[in-house]
């Protein structure tokens, strides 16, 4: 079974913190991808990033990175120097190689305070 | 690029009426999903196509759920009759990818349900 955890809830920071969302998963492929979309208060999901589990290298796009970590089954999200427009719900999933049946887990509502 | 369309953006309606949505994918895009997010949760998959033929609807509660995708590429969904514990976002997304290939999916904005 594929289980995505995302056990932050809400997290809320000050404008120019550096912020981590936790995302950690469960599943018994070998072969699966990694995902993160980001939901703003229009409510459509944007895709962030895609990784597949034989790519463990850490990525950086702007202030954004991602740290994805097959001993711990962890896929953390980064945003450094936060900026109001970061606040919006972040949402980690998991699909199988095989198929796009996209498991995502709860969510983290990060708040970005000016 | 026009992204993923959806409509109506909001609806309500009483428990045992029945509602459609439509969506309109990104043009090109075979496969096609409809999801539900309940408030508070992640998306959940509900139906998923490629072209104009279903591939996965293993979560969708056929006893008053249906959908279709007839040419291959606009979809509707119909509820009907509703219940209370459908209130929630049912969400659109095409993806360029055929579907077993975990391409990234583009969502549309949503239609909230409200039943009251």
């Known amino acids: 079974a594929q289980k995505v955890t995302q056990a932050q809830t809400e997290i809320s920071v000050v404008e120019k913190e550096d912020v981590t969302l936790d995302c950690v998963y469960e599943?018994?492929?070998?072969?699966?991808?990694l995902f993160w979309y980001k939901q703003p208060p229009s409510g459509e999901l944007v895709f962030l990033i895609r990784?597949?589990?034989?790519?463990?290298q850490n990525e950086i796009s702007g202030r954004y990175s991602w740290n994805f970590q097959k001993s711990t089954s962890s896929f953390n999200f980064t945003i450094t120097a936060s900026q109001v427009v970061d606040s919006a719900v972040y949402f980690c999933?998991?699909?199988?190689?095989?198929?796009?049946?996209?498991?995502f887990g709860a969510g983290t509502r990060l708040t970005v305070k000016p | 690029e026009a992204g993923v369309a959806q409509s109506p953006r909001y609806k309500i309606i009483e428990k045992r009426q029945s509602v459609a949505f439509w969506c309109n994918p990104i043009s090109g895009h075979a496969t096609l999903y409809w999801y539900q997010q309940i408030l508070g949760q992640g998306p959940k998959l509900l139906i998923q196509?490629?072209?104009?033929?279903?591939?996965?609807d293993s979560q969708l509660p056929k006893d008053r759920f249906s959908a279709e995708r007839l040419k291959g590429v606009d979809s509707t969904l119909k509820i009907q009759p509703a219940k209370l514990e459908d209130s929630a976002v049912y969400l659109c997304?095409?993806?360029?990818?055929?579907?077993?290939?975990?391409?990234?999916?583009?969502f549309g904005p949503g239609t909230r349900l409200t039943v009251t």
């Open positions: 997304a095409s993806s360029a990818g055929l579907a077993g290939t975990p391409y990234e999916q583009y």
């Open positions: 999933a998991l699909s199988a190689y095989n198929n796009n049946d996209m498991r």
């Open positions: 196509f490629q072209n104009n033929g279903v591939v996965d």
């Open positions: 599943t018994r492929d070998t072969t699966y991808y």
């Open positions: 990784r597949n589990s034989f790519d463990e």
